[in-house]
């Protein structure tokens, strides 16, 4: 046998074991986001990239974030989540009550974590803010606390006041609940 024969055929047996040795690739990890109007620059959604950068979570290197965003159309929310779950990404985040409301709809099974939501308890997202319970989670802006004193500082400013309009969404779960508070302590 001629010295490059052996050479190949020792080298190709050496190389074979290799192979099969191989790690699979890492799976990267992939992340729905949920909004409406915003878009991924917002304020918001970079805060969020700035927070996962933080951690070692990097867009494009170990991260795939999959944004999706409903704009001024509630009726696309379900869809969008529906969306999202058939990408099978691994957790969902929210921004509204819609988006959460939506994504809690589209699935019981993958990770929801919502922001920028008032009354998740009362809106049924969650069983408690202490144990959330299922797979809803998140930041609530309790802004239920805060009506009662926005209506006190309203009477500070202006005690002979009589009335007040109220701006509010009614697509809005939170917002509707919201009025619903403010009426009662009013």
């Not at 917002?42 to 927070?51: I, Y």
């Not at 996962?52 to 867009?59: A, H, I, S, V």
């Not at 606390?145 to 006041?161: N, T, V």
């Amino acid at each position: 046998m001629d010295r490059r024969a052996f050479l190949a055929s020792t080298v190709g047996a050496l190389a074979a074991p290799l192979a099969v040795e191989a790690q699979p690739p890492r799976r990267v990890p992939r992340i729905g986001a949920l909004g409406g109007p915003q878009s991924p620059d917002s304020p918001a959604w970079a805060g969020f990239r700035q927070g996962l950068r933080e951690l070692g979570w990097e867009e494009g290197r170990n991260l795939v974030l999959e944004f999706r965003f409903a704009g001024a159309w509630d009726e696309r929310y379900g869809e969008l989540a529906g969306e999202l779950v058939r990408l099978k990404v691994d957790v969902l985040v929210t921004h509204n009550s819609q988006a959460a409301r939506a994504a809690k709809d589209a699935t019981s099974t993958i990770p929801i974590v919502m922001y920028a939501v008032a009354y998740p308890v009362e809106a049924g997202f969650v069983a408690s803010l202490a144990r959330p319970g299922g797979n809803v989670t998140g930041v609530s802006n309790q802004l239920g606390d805060l009506m009662g004193k926005y209506l006190d500082l309203l009477r500070e400013i202006a005690p002979g006041m009589r009335r007040v309009a109220l701006l509010w969404d009614p697509n809005n779960l939170s917002s509707a609940l919201g009025l619903k508070e403010v009426e009662v302590l009013a």
